[in-house]
């Protein structure tokens, strides 16, 4: 049991404030081990030059924090996927249902984002016949409402010759 105890580092030593210290610099980020290795060049040369080592050697300085997860790592999969997905098994016959099931569902996709087109085609022109119909309801009101107000004005100029 001593045994164990003691190969982990006491909490005052170096060794544990240099974790602690590369530890708040991995939660900061890139940036504060970049402007931490400026600062030590600028006070002290050696220092940022040990930290531009330690920063090459660990790879902080080139690693990305979410390179697994970024857009970029989605790309590369579905091109790992479209890639295996051609690459034949050495099974003729599976390969043969593959190719035709592969053949089948570009087909499907082909006519689902026509039908899509179609709806979308649809939708857009009763929208534009609504607002023509509503154009066309709100331009007779408005000929109502004026040829009402000649219609008064004739009557009051009537009234008033007589």
Known sequence: MTQVASS?????????????????????GKGAWIATMVLGFIFVWPVGLALLFYMI?????FACKHRDFGPRHMKRERFRAAHAAMRPSGNTAFDA????????????????ESFLERLRAAKDKAEFDQFMDDRAKRAAEARNEDSGEDADDADKAEKEEA
């Open 8 to 28: 982990y580092p006491a909490a005052g030593t170096a060794q544990s404030w240099f974790r602690r210290a590369e530890a708040w610099l991995d939660d900061k």
């Open 57 to 61: 050697w660990s790879k902080k300085m």
């Open 97 to 112: 249902y593959k190719e035709e099931t592969l053949r089948r569902l570009e087909e499907e996709q082909d006519q689902f």
